[in-house]
């Protein structure tokens, strides 16, 4: 068996092994969407009230401004390796209710196979290299309503279909329900999201021909067969407070904090059971028009070469531009780490907020 064979064989094991893992399922589902979001650390369960709320809490789609929402996101992972887009449309249908459908994918495109390079012979044949893609997909479809009897109160959810591939080698398709909840009185927010509240399913479907096959066998290694792998609920509640200071001048300050129930997680709180990942939020605006943003998250509890346990973190910063109400441009520098300059990530989000306008009735001689 070739070196090339080898390489590739045990890269595809690897992904394998972690598709079948429920703990870390989906997870490119937790990494967020909108340059504000990932500036604030994700911290947007009780105060999200705009298009982005299909991913962080369904229930803040009610709360839009606007009557049309429209927001595109795409950033750049591990030196340009992985592309992640977003893309989202909302909808307000009346005073108290709203929709919304939401595009994510996470993907790696153009990864060589080589698998073929090397003929039965012992010759190198490059005309037999090919590439291929590796990518996580998810369509949310939200809806959220908001009760006039109940003033400041919202509920929402979103039906999300997931479809996960590795080149022709494997595919998933898989379905969840989100669920979230928020309440608004005298500048105090509160919300919770319970992020796949049905479970989410994936169910695994493996492509395999007769040579990686046999790649497998000779190599003692488990041939994958078709599985399903779920995803077990997880709870986010958050609070947040507005200031107004004034002037145009305001702040607001949110904590969120993440429950998960797959025993212990490299969390702040790790328990055997229940983990808890705390993470915080400040943004400070002027009139609606600037707003400059910090976050704090990614808590970790690691070991050194001396077997010392220590926290890490992670720090976030961004800014946010509106004209007119219209357009926003969001900038997030984010995976700064324990306060070093590398590595980081630069994060850019568009959205645009449209009115609907009625057409004026024609006019009429008397």
């Known amino acids: ?5 080898f390489v590739i064989i045990f890269f595809f094991l690897s992904l394998f092994g972690f598709s079948q893992t429920a703990k870390y399922s989906n997870e490119f589902l937790s990494i967020g969407v909108g340059a504000r979001g990932l500036a604030l650390s ?25 009557k049309y929402q429209l927001s595109l996101m795409h950033a750049a992972y591990f030196a340009n390796i992985a592309n992640y887009d977003y893309a989202a449309l909302a909808y307000k249908i009346d005073t108290s209710s709203a929709i919304a459908l939401s595009f994510i994918r996470l993907g790696i495109d153009n990864i060589m196979n080589t698998l073929f390079l090397v003929d039965n012979q012992g010759n190198f044949d490059y005309s037999r290299i090919s ?3 590796t990518a996580d997909m998810a369509f949310l479809l939200s809806y959220s309503y908001n009760f006039p009897q109940v003033k400041g109160l919202s509920v929402g959810g979103s039906a999300k279909i997931i479809k996960r591939n590795l080149g022709s080698f494997a595919d998933a398709w898989g379905f969840g329900i989100d669920a979230g909840i928020q309440y608004h009185r005298s500048g105090w927010h509160a919300g919770a999201l319970l992020r796949d509240a049905s479970s989410t399913f994936n169910a695994w479907n493996y492509h395999l021909n007769d040579e990686i096959i ?14 399903l792998e779920i995803t077990l609920p997880k709870l986010i509640i958050g609070g947040g407070k507005q200031v107004d200071f004034g002037k145009g001048f ?22 055997k059971v229940i983990s808890l990942d705390p993470h915080f939020g400040m943004e400070f605006g002027y009139k609606n028009i600037v707003a400059l943003r910090t ?6 509890q690691e070991k050194d070469f ?5 926290t890490s973190l992670q720090i976030n910063l961004g800014l946010g531009i509106c004209i007119k109400n219209i357009v926003t441009i969001d900038y997030a520098l984010t995976d700064i780490g324990n306060l070093s300059i590398a590595p980081y990530s630069h994060v850019f989000s568009l959205k645009l907020a449209l009115n609907h306008f009625s057409k004026k009735p024609k006019k009429t001689d008397n």
């Not at 068996?1 to 064979?5: A, D």
């Not at 046999?214 to 599985?227: D, K, L």
């Not at 976050?295 to 970790?300: A, D, Y």
């Open 1 to 5: 068996m070739k070196r090339s064979s």
């Open 42 to 66: 994700n911290s947007l369960t009780a105060i999200t009230n705009d298009v982005t709320s299909g991913y962080w809490n369904p229930a803040g789609l009610s709360r839009m401004e606007q």
């Open 131 to 133: 590439t291929f893609s």
């Open 214 to 227: 046999a790649v497998f066998e000779q190599t003692e290694n488990e041939i994958p067969t078709n599985s």
């Open 250 to 271: 305001n702040a607001t300050f949110v904590l969120d904090c993440d429950f998960a129930f797959d025993k212990q997680r490299h969390t702040l709180i790790s328990g």
């Open 295 to 300: 976050g704090i998250g990614n808590f970790q």
């Open 306 to 310: 001396n077997d010392k346990t220590k």
